[in-house]
């Protein structure tokens, strides 16, 4: 069992960054794949970022590469998101997703594990 918590979401004029994070519970955290989605008002949840259970390997959305980086530490059990360069457009409730793999992708259905969200809204 995985509980994952998220924060750091808020608001930010356009061109602004913001660093989410994301805790989790358990010793086996380093045996899982993580990822980022978020889901706009209105909108289908989308896949955001992925990372290995060793933070060796990523897979980002074409909409954020360049702009957001995941990274995970192990040894505090936390995922991070990156995010600079915001757009008004990645105004969304982020969530967190837990994998029970070596490797995610962009599918929902691979992740066993979600976090409640945490809100980002950039203004133009």
């Known amino acids: 069992q995985v509980q994952l918590v998220e924060s750091g979401g808020g608001w930010v004029q356009a061109g602004g960054s913001l660093r989410l994070s994301c805790a989790a519970s358990?010793?086996?955290?380093?045996?899982?794949?993580m990822g980022w989605f978020r889901q706009a008002p209105g909108k289908e949840r989308e896949f955001v970022v992925g990372i290995s259970w060793r933070g060796g390997s990523t897979y980002y959305a074409d909409s954020v590469k360049g702009r957001f980086t995941i990274s995970r530490d192990n040894a505090k059990n936390t995922v991070y998101l990156q995010m600079n360069s915001l757009k008004p457009e990645d105004t969304a409730v982020y969530y967190c997703?837990?994998?029970?793999?070596?490797?995610?992708?962009?599918?929902?259905?691979?992740?066993?594990?979600w976090g409640q969200g945490t809100q980002v809204t950039v203004s133009s």
């Open positions: 358990g010793r086996t955290f380093r045996s899982y794949a």
């Open positions: 997703a837990a994998a029970p793999t070596v490797v995610a992708g962009p599918g929902e259905n691979e992740y066993d594990y």
